[in-house]
């Protein structure tokens, strides 16, 4: 629905005990916030997701480098 990207600025917040909005509500992170929060409201797609198997979320993690091949654990 809707791809939010990760700002540092996330964890400038939590270390304030505040949400990014009340932190720094001029912010981009909390701009894309409220855009999720509308792409939420004006959502007319009401489909309920297939989940993903292991295996595959397995290969996207090495695929996009979130997980080492040498890991010996499975999520």
């Given at each position: ?12 917040a939590e ?16 701009n894309e ?26 290969e996207i ?15």
């Amino acid at each position: 629905m809707y791809f939010v990207p990760r700002d540092n600025i996330v964890q400038h917040a939590e270390i304030n005990r505040k949400t990014v909005i009340e932190y720094r509500p001029d912010s981009n992170q909390a701009n894309e916030y409220r855009s999720l929060a509308q792409a939420i409201i004006d959502n007319q797609d009401f489909t309920i997701p297939t989940p993903m198997e292991q295996d595959r979320l397995e290969e996207i993690l090495l695929e996009f480098g979130l997980m080492n091949i040498k890991d010996d654990y499975k999520i």
